[in-house]
Structure formats: C-alpha cells, structure tokens
C-alpha cells in the first residue's frame, strides 16, 4: 500500500470501512444461513449506527466471533478472511458446503475518492452480498434446517482453505471494489454435488442432539455499530472531507437482553461453595463465596433438541437449572428453528458475554441471566479462562447471585468441591453438598450416544482458526448438577441439556386451564353466600380480634 | 411558469436508449402463474442496488443518507427467495406493474410472450416551452415466455427449474451491478428530483420507470407500447 499517496484521514477511514465492511459481511453471510426470514426496516432519517445506510442487525456473538478470527488485522493479499458453512447431520457427519472469501488483492485505484465512492461502492457490495447469498444451495438446505441436520459457521482469517468443498465446486463472485490500498474481493465458493443432500431425501429421524441458535425471537438487538452519522458533502467538486467519526471499538459486549420469564437463571461460580446449593423452587439469594458471574444472554439462545431418549412424560415438569460450563459458548450453530417444528429456546450464553461481565461479577444480579449448557470443547475455554481472570476480590468475598430455578425439592446428587456459604434457603438440606466439577459434568463434556453428539464438539474452531484456545480453566468454573427429584443417574443416563429439553414444557397445571377454573371459580361463588353467612354471625369475635391489633 | 416535478417528460425520440445507456436483457420461461413473482423478484433485485436510504440535506451542501432495510421474500410457485427492499410503497409500486404486465400476458393470446423493461434515467431541465427531457442511463429488460404445463408433475419440475434459472438471474444482475459503470453524480438539493425517485417515505430508488410490451407470434410489437409513468399512476 502506498500510504504516501492517501491522506491520514483517508487512511483511517479507509481501514475503518473496511473493518466494518469486514464485519457486516460475516453478518450478512451468518444471518443468511439461519434458516429464517431476514427483514429489517427502513428508516428514512439516519439513525447514526447502520454502516453503509443498510439495516444489518448485528449479531453479537457472531461480531464476537469475526473480531476474534481477524484479531485487529484487516484483509491484506494472503490474509483473506474466510466464513466456512457446513452442514451436520443428527448422525453427526458434517460436510462443507460454501467459503465466502473477503479477499485484497494489489491492483489499487488511485483516484478513487475514499469517503464517498469506496463507502457506496461497499454498501452496493453488502447489497449484492444480500441477494447472492439467497441464491447458493446452502440456501435452501438452511431455510429446512432442524431436525435432520443443522447448518454451522466459522470464520478464518488466512489462507482460503477450498479443499473440504469436494471436486468441481463453482464460484460465484459477489462484487469487488476498489481502493487506494487494494481491491477488495468478495466471492463464494460452493459444493456443488448436493444432490443426495437433498431434504427431500432425509428420512425422518429423531430430532438431534445439538444446538440450536434461535436468534431472532423475541429479543431486542442491542444497540449494534456504534457508528454516528455520515454526513457526506454532495457537490461537483466531490472534495467529500470525511468528518472524524468515532471508532468505537467495543461493539459488540454491550447490553443484554432479558429472558423470557420460564427460563431460568444461572451462575457460575468459583469453587468456594461452603453450602449446598439451594433446592428450592423459587427465586432466593445465594450468596456465594468466591468468583461468581453470570453469563448474560443477548441475542441469541441456544436450544437443545433432545434424542427422543425415551424418558418418561413431562410431568416431573420443572425445567432445571443449569450450570453451564461457561464455556465461550461457540454457537456455530446457525439454526434457526427448524420448519419441522419449534425448538423450545433455552438460555445460552455467549461467548463475549463473559468478556463483558468481567468486571460486574462482584455486583449483586439483578434480573434474569442466562447461562447455556453448553458442552464445550478444549477450544473453548478462552472466554472461561478470560472471565476467570477478571477475579472480584479473593475468594472469602461473599457474592450473591440470584438464583431463579425450579428443581425439585431432592435433588441429592452429590457436590464434590463447591458448596454454598450460609444459604438461608429452605430444604437446603436436601441440597446436593457439592458441586461436581467441570470436567465430570455432562453438560460440559457431554457422554457419546449414537444421536448427542454435540456439534461443538466438531472441530468448529480447529484447523486454521485463529481464535486459539486458552487451554482449559476447569478449576475456575464449575457445574452444578442439579439432579431434579425423582431422576436418578442410572437409569436415565442423559445429559442436563435433554432433560431440560424434555422438561421444560410441562403440561399446563389443571387448575390453570379454563374448564377446570371456571367450575372452581363457580362453586367459589356459590358457596359465597354461606361464608358471608358465617363471618356474619361471628362478627363480633372479629371485631375483638382486630381491636386486639390496634 | 411553472413546471411541477412530475410532469411527464418526453423520451428522446425512438425507443431504443440512447447511446451511453446501458442495456441488459434477461430471458426466463414461466409458467403462468409463475410470471408475477419472477419479475418482482428480478425487478425488486434491480432496484435494491439502485435505491438509496433518503438524502437529508443541511446546511453547505452536505447531506445525511438514511438507512434502507432488507427482507426476504419467499415465492409461492417458484421454489425461490429474494431480497428486497423493505418499502411498501415500492413493492405496490412494481406489483402494480407486474399485474398489468401479466394481465396483458394473459389477454393477449395464448403464444405468451412479451417483455417488461425497467428504464432507469435523468431528468434534464429545458427552458420552458420545452418539457424537461428523459435521458436513460441503465435499461433492464426481461423477455417472458409463458409455457403451459400438462400436468403436475411437470409443474413440479418447472417450480425447481425456474428456482434455478433466477438464481443464475440474480448472479448476472449482480455481475452487472459490480461492473461500477456510469452512475449519475450524487446531485445537490436543487437537483435531486432529477436524478433520485424522492416521492417515497422511505427508500430512494434513481428515478426508473417500467414499461411492457406483448408480443405477437410473429414476433412484432402488437399491442401499442404502453408507457406508463409509475409516479404518475401513484401520484394523486
């Protein structure tokens, strides 16, 4: 690059743009392959956070993840940043099915104006992006995505790695703009011998064991690209001076959104737990010793669709708790709920999300949080080890954290290291007394079955992937397994996810339906008159009672 | 005198664009309940990369650009997504174009054919008595060849077939969009009604314009050229 000939501001602008365009076009590219309807309004006044006039929610963890694989660098000939699709069968083969490269190359264009024609040409490339990516094959395999197979990502930054594609896969150029330092190239590359993966061809198989993003439903996006409006100056001259626009660098760790009410909270903690972890059925204070934070959710959840492992009907009817191995949660998964069927939502935490909270564990929590089950892979660990480091005082501090769950009230499973200090909770002694590790808990590292192979499991960050792992901090993290009555180990071997899975909708209360409330509600009326009659006659032995609290 | 600004202009005279006018031709064989989503979902591609969010101009020239949303559209007959533009007003806008456009495939016998052509152009101030004269600069037009089916399977397979050939549609318009060819000059306030469509609340496509025609076995133009001005049939 010839810094030499582009004026510093346009320099930066310039890898500004670029950064961003980087960081759209994975959105693009991810959202595309949720398996749902995109749709985002038009605002006629600007609104100072769309990149490139265009409505592109952004994704948080999915931000999260680009930012990761690009780790500060911008795409440089050589350094091409790649987004991988694949797809995963409930059998657990996986298969790639497309690379989108954002590519440079040398060839610059001198003249070309940075803040006005790069910015629109990048913005008609995002366009473009937009429309292709609903016209590759992979298309349509995500819109039927769910129960037979899921669609995954990942993103490189590197070399294109084109070899998983099978032979004769085609190329679709998306666009190219030029600039004073390179011409950015964006194109797709894509299998092309689908044809037995076809879904016409999918028998009908139980649902998998995997993990499902739902990102779209019914949260609000944080508030995305911190980007404040572009005023550009019309006219001949085309002198367009680009005014300073603030690069804020944190997008994507902001606020989170809230849970629907059924899900349930969760923690993590450090393995300081002097008490057994509460049992209770509703919403306590557990103040806890040692590090503890919680992994907030923001826009995306994870869901499980259990194995149809057989389990008993609903009716022990609580959703447990669940202690996620808070783990970076790589949802790779890009699945939105699949056509076949809803996928009941079910918390998850992002990996970012624990970046953030670094500094807010030692704070009491308020409002719902959600932690995912996640079973995470030795990859993954990065944020844990992050989040572990972001220690809130020594472990004799007494946090609290909220605790919303509803587990059964004998949960005895058995706590090895973790405790809870002072719990003034009742049926604490039913409590589990510890709490297993990490490691020995399902959830984390979930047992092998036939359908549960968990996608994270696949090497979703391995070869090529710049987001390193940071090696394993189990000691900073545990699980805490909450057993709900009535369930035992033995029998049962399934994992946490399953059962909440299976459980978590439970059949309506009978004294909540309608019939059964309208008849009780009409012999409470009835009897009405009886009880008015009663008090009546002893109204005067009420009256003493109450002159008794005066 | 004055002129109000969506006063039909006159075309440069013939049909044919005029010399730097680009043109690209599309073909797709439907069936015919196939030809209305096939042409939004070309038309509504076309213009997602020629709409822009709306200017806002302030003071010294300068001028904010607001945002333009996206949304998928999925076809009933035409196993097939596309992405438009997230306007109401723009959709009615090219649905009303297409349903004439198919009702006069439809009643124009049974050989089907015909062409749609979405004309993108400036608009040139004359001195008054003169109107202000049209100069297209990109010119889409889509030849339609309506096919009959016999049976349901063979509607089975064209429903696939047609998916497949507006995937290729949509690589080429994309191809075309990316060539960066002749745009008009971002215009300042006095000018943007004759570069930009500023009637819409939302979205701001170059001023276009969508004409059809139907064509004969024989392969001439019957039915007379109808040019319709869309601003004109939506303005009140």
Redesign the interface.
């Known amino acids: 690059a010839m810094d030499t000939d582009l004026s510093s501001q346009d320099r930066k602008d310039l890898d500004k743009f670029i950064k961003f365009f980087a960081l759209k076009t994975v959105q693009v590219i991810v959202q595309a392959r949720l398996g749902e309807k995109i749709c985002t309004r038009s605002s006629s006044s600007p609104t100072g956070s769309d990149w490139f006039n265009l409505a592109i929610k952004d994704i948080p963890e999915v931000t999260h993840e680009a930012k990761k694989a690009l780790a500060g660098q911008l795409p440089a000939v050589g350094r091409s940043m790649c987004v991988e699709i694949s797809l995963k069968t409930s059998e657990g083969d996986s298969m790639e099915l497309e690379i989108w490269c954002l590519e440079m190359n040398e060839k610059c264009d001198k003249e070309i104006k940075v803040s006005y024609t790069v910015y629109n040409r990048l913005s008609l490339l995002l366009k473009s992006l937009l429309a292709i990516t609903r016209v590759t094959p992979a298309y349509r395999l995500s819109r039927k995505q769910g129960h037979e197979y899921v669609i995954l990502y990942r993103i490189y930054f590197g070399e294109v790695q084109l070899s998983g594609l099978g032979e004769g896969f085609q190329t679709v150029r998306v666009g190219t703009v030029g600039t004073p330092v390179g011409t950015i190239t964006l194109s797709c590359a894509y299998r092309i011998n689908l044809a037995f993966m076809s879904t016409r061809q999918f028998e009908r198989t139980p649902p998998i064991m995997g993990i499902i993003i739902d990102h779209f439903v019914d949260r609000p996006y944080p508030s995305s690209s911190p980007m404040h409006p572009c005023n550009y100056r019309a006219g001949e001259d085309n002198g367009a001076v680009y005014p300073s626009v603030e690069d804020s660098q944190e997008v994507c760790t902001t606020s989170f959104s809230t849970s629907p009410p059924s899900q349930c909270v969760f923690t993590v903690t450090k393995t300081h737990f002097q008490t057994p972890p509460p049992v209770v059925t509703d919403t306590l204070k557990v103040p806890l010793m040692g590090l503890a934070f919680s992994h907030q959710l923001s826009s995306s959840r994870l869901s499980y669709q259990p194995a149809a492992l057989g389990v008993g009907s609903a009716d022990m009817g609580y959703p447990v708790l669940f202690a996620g191995g808070l783990n970076a949660a790589h949802p790779h998964q890009l699945i939105g709920p699949g056509k076949e069927g809803g996928v009941p939502p079910i918390p998850s935490q992002p990996a970012h999300g624990t970046q953030a909270d670094q500094e807010r564990m030692c704070t009491p929590l308020d409002g719902v949080h959600y932690s995912a089950a996640t079973p995470s892979s030795s990859e993954d660990t990065e944020t844990v080890s992050n989040s572990s480091e972001g220690k809130c005082g020594s472990p004799h501090d007494l946090l609290e954290t909220i605790f919303i769950r509803k587990v059964g009230a004998f949960v005895n499973k058995p706590i090895n290291q973790v405790t809870m200090a002072n719990l003034d909770i009742p049926f604490a002694m039913f409590a589990p007394k510890n709490v297993e590790l990490e490691d020995n808990d399902p959830m984390v590292n979930p047992p092998d079955s036939p359908e549960t192979e968990s996608p994270l499991q696949g090497s979703l960050h391995s070869e090529g992937s710049s987001g390193s792992s940071t090696g394993n901090t189990h000691d900073d993290f545990v699980m805490i397994d909450f057993k709900p009555a009535f369930s035992k180990d033995d029998i049962l071997p399934m994992d946490l996810g399953t059962f909440y899975r299976e459980f978590q909708n439970p059949p309506q209360l009978s004294s909540l339906s309608i019939d059964i409330g309208a008849q009780s509600m009409a012999e409470d009326l009835d009897s009405l008159p009886e009880k008015l009659a009663v008090h009546e006659k002893n109204v005067k032995e009420f009256d003493a009672f109450v002159e008794t609290l005066q | 005198l004055f002129f109000p600004r969506r006063t039909c202009c006159r075309a440069p005279p013939g049909a044919a664009p005029a010399m730097n006018c680009r043109a690209e031709v599309l073909e797709v064989s439907v069936e015919g309940r196939q030809v209305e989503e096939a042409m939004l979902a070309v038309l509504h ?1 076309v213009l ?2 020629r709409s ?3 200017f ?3 003071k ?13 559209v ?1 076809c009933d007959f035409i ?1 097939f ?3 438009r ?3 109401e007003e723009l959709d009615r806008a090219l649905r009303k174009a297409v349903g004439e456009f198919k009702d006069a495939l439809r009643s124009s016998g049974s050989d089907g054919m015909g062409q749609i052509s979405l004309e993108f152009y400036q608009k040139k101030k004359s001195r008054w008595p003169f109107s202000d004269e049209c100069i297209p600069w990109e010119l889409w037009t889509i030849k339609v060849n309506v096919v009959n089916l016999a049976n349901e399977q063979e509607r089975q397979i064209c429903r696939e077939k047609v998916g497949e050939k ?2 290729e549609k ?2 080429n ?3 075309v ?2 060539r ?1 060819e002749y745009l008009p ?5 006095s000018e943007v009604d004759n570069v930009f469509d500023t009637s819409l ?3 701001q496509p170059y001023l276009y314009k969508i004409s059809y025609q139907i064509t004969d076995s024989l392969g001439t133009s019957v039915t007379t050229t109808m040019r319709r001005l869309i601003k004109d049939t939506l303005a009140l």
Not at chain 2, 60 to 72: A, K, L, N
Not at chain 2, 185 to 189: G, L
Request: charged residues 20%; contains cysteine.
């Open positions: 591609t997602l990369h822009t969010g709306k806002h101009y302030k010294e020239g300068t001028y904010s650009i607001g945002t333009v949303g996206t949304q998928d999925d196993d997504a596309y992405v533009v997230s306007s507006l995937c949509i690589i318009i994309v191809e969009m990316n960066h000059k971002m215009p300042t306030q609340k939302d979205v």
